[in-house]
């Protein structure tokens, strides 16, 4: 069993993710003093002093009262009890994954800040009454939280976000109104969201309440952003993002100093050979020690190029991946966009670029820099000729290791003496192995924890594991080497490596992997350590895992096509997106159906953290929804989609994906369900601008549900289906299905629709500049908005408003409400809707002759335009020159 402890935040303790009853009083103490002291010895008359709060009694007394507290603690905490009896004290033994503030530390010195500072529940032991750890040892807790904070904020700045910062920073401020750092941060997101004289206001505000509280002026680094931004001087991003992606390499490491030696050189290099012979491992060791070379970071994608169970990441997915790493907030649609701007970003900078596992020149060519202080490496088991030939790139062919660098592998692990001491056991383990690090590393681990055993022994049961090797290895016994490990696992945690075939996705979390086992997640992780440490599980960051491709053709050789653990990682993987869709309400309608596999789906809290989790899942959710559709699981491998519609729709970069599985979608199933998928593909494609084909597929749909008579989504295509009517010129068509689909709510009663109806009318008569119209037709959507739950039509409609007010020209009422909507969709992520206001915000700043703001706000709608592929970008890139 797995147990838990939590500190940021009440005090908690869990058992295999249920909760352990932690007596009140002196026993919460007891342990809270313990548990901020993880793996270190805690005297006794430390303990006495915090538990009685500095004021004990007598000597003898306390310590046998402290002796009588640990007792009932370590009874109460059951198979959870971590602590230990030392000579003179006591000690809290941790895992460092079991206990939040050690994972809050390694986030943190890891540099994943936003991970960090997400492990936090509330005020640090908020249910310990105790006035000792709230002075002495909170304090400290709170500071490294507001540090972590103010990295992760820089962080997101420097990303390019502002906005969607400033109710979080409005919030710290409140409960830290002297910590300058905030008040720095949220000017700067003011600044940068076009609110200047807001940012203003806000350094007045500091500027008083430091005089009031304290008696001193604001910092240097306060003024000095006071003053550029009076000086309009502060650049849209302040500072550019420095990735660091290269995953942990190897303790152990022998020999290649030929190969490290050829990859000094400039350029492209295409490290080649077998598979499991140490290219990544090479490539690693190198690039950890020539980072100091690449002051501007280090990029990593694994290509996956030989995956037995997926296909090869395309060129344009690998490009959005290496964007977002150099802190691309806004990535483009479209893949020649893509690559066009990751050269762009790329210029002038010192970087490494590691492609690793790639299938062919053809995937990696695109992503090749044009800038030549951009070093690339790239491994793959092709030997890539035509980047040799063509682009002058150096070949290094990885051949398998010599006998003597072999042994010293094995050496390293186990031991020059105990080589020494059998010989020809190890020879003969050495050229079973065929040197190939991948089988020397898992067969030295297993040994190394039977230091008693005879190598000769070892041999011998190896012998008995002997089996055909793997078809790329006909001259290597790498599964018998890879079976003798799994034999030596225990009978769950080779469950569970057999299972982890399943997956259908590059890298999973340890949710997923639970759900596919059908265990708790802390049991998981248990399970998933042991593989780790087995070497036969890698783990690319905290929490995440995958399989080394072989290692994936040997679990599934096992595993064979385990049905069940399929259908319980699809379900979880399908209700878990649905709990993210939930907070829509239109998505909610969908049904799941009962969870049959007895998985328990991710529940989420907040808006913001449904969208992380789709972002951080999309590839897997996309695989999972392919290898549904394989299976025959229709409605699983529909509602994929189905969930992700409302996602995809605010994220235009997302359409391409989209497009491809909805196309697939709609094919399948009933009539009904296809009709709806064809809906949401008629959708996509008017997003991205396929104009003709959104029109005729919104045509298809409609016949399907008119012939199902269903009426409520009949009315929604109406709806949509009259904008592209629109933008293709056919007005008088485009008014009649306005018509038509505002009857049919009415009808129904739906009043959500109704609503958006005037919505969309009020925005086609804002674009006409029909602007009474457009007011009337906001009044009419107003009227409507209290009867209707979904947040994201009251925000269109509050929209509508504020744009129709400055198209009015009445700028004083319409700035505010335009400032609001406009942070308001940059948080939900809408940048289509964010850069159409804040067009309009720049128009009402020109009505109230501020013209210095309108260039900030102007040049972020040119930039989310331009991201977008809307030609509307280069119109008011002329509006606004003219202006200058």
Known sequence: MRAEYRVLGPLEVLLDDGPVAVPGGRCHVLLATLLLRPNRFVSVDELVDHVWDGEPPTVDRAHKTLQMVVRRLRVALGEADCVRTLPGGYQAVIDPDQLDLLRFRALAGSGDFGAASALWRGPVLGNVQSERLHRDDVPQLVNERLTVLERRIDADLGHGLSGELVAELRSLIAEHPLRESFWRHLMLALYRSGQQAEALRVYQDVREKLADELGIDPGPALWELHQQILRAEVAPGERRQVPRQLPAAVRTFVGREEELGLLAKPGVTVVHGVGGVGKTTLVLRWAREAREDFPDGDLYVNLRGFDPEARPVDPAAAAEMLLVGLGVDEVPAQAEARFALLRTTLVDRRLLLVLDNAASPRQVLPLLPGAAGVRVVITSRNQMRALVSQHDATAICLRQLEFEDARSLLAAVLGEDRLDAEPEPAREIVERCAGLPLALRVFAERVSRFPETSLEEFVAEL??????????????????????????????????FRLLSVHPGQDFDISAAAALAGVPVAHARRLMERLVADHLVQTRSLGRYCLHDLLRAYAAELCGDDEEAALRMTEWYVHTLKNAASLNSVVAQVDAGEVVSGVVPQEFSSWSDTLAWRRQEWANLKAVMFAAVTRGWQRHAQLVPMYLFYFVSIQPVRAPDAIEMFEVAATLGAPREQAKLKLSLASLYQNVRRYDDSLQTYEEALLLVREAGERYPEAVGLINMSSVQGQLGMLDEAESSKQRALAIAVEIEAWYLACAVHANHAVWFNVNGQYAEALHAV????????????????????????????????????????????????????????????????????????????????????????????????????RLAALE
């Open 463 to 496: 012998e008995s594991a002997r089996l055909d090797a793997l078809s790329d290895f006909a001259d290597v016994d790498v599964r018998a080497v890879f079976s003798w490990s799994y034999r030596a696992l225990d009978e769950e945690s080779a469950r569970m």
């Open 779 to 878: 009044e009419r959507a107003e009227e409507l908005a209290p009867k209707v739950q979904d947040d994201y039509v009251k925000l269109r409609v509050r929209c509508a408003r504020a744009s129709t007010l400055a198209g009015l020209g009445r700028h004083e009422d319409a700035l505010p409400r335009l400032q609001a909507v406009v942070e308001e969709t940059r948080q939900i992520g809408d940048t289509l809707t964010e850069a159409e206001l804040l067009m309009r915000t720049g128009e009402a700043l020109l009505g109230l002759d501020r013209r210095a703001e309108i260039p900030a706000v102007w040049q972020r709608a040119i930039g989310l335009w331009r991201d977008l592929g809307d030609e509307r970008a280069e119109e008011l890139a002329g």
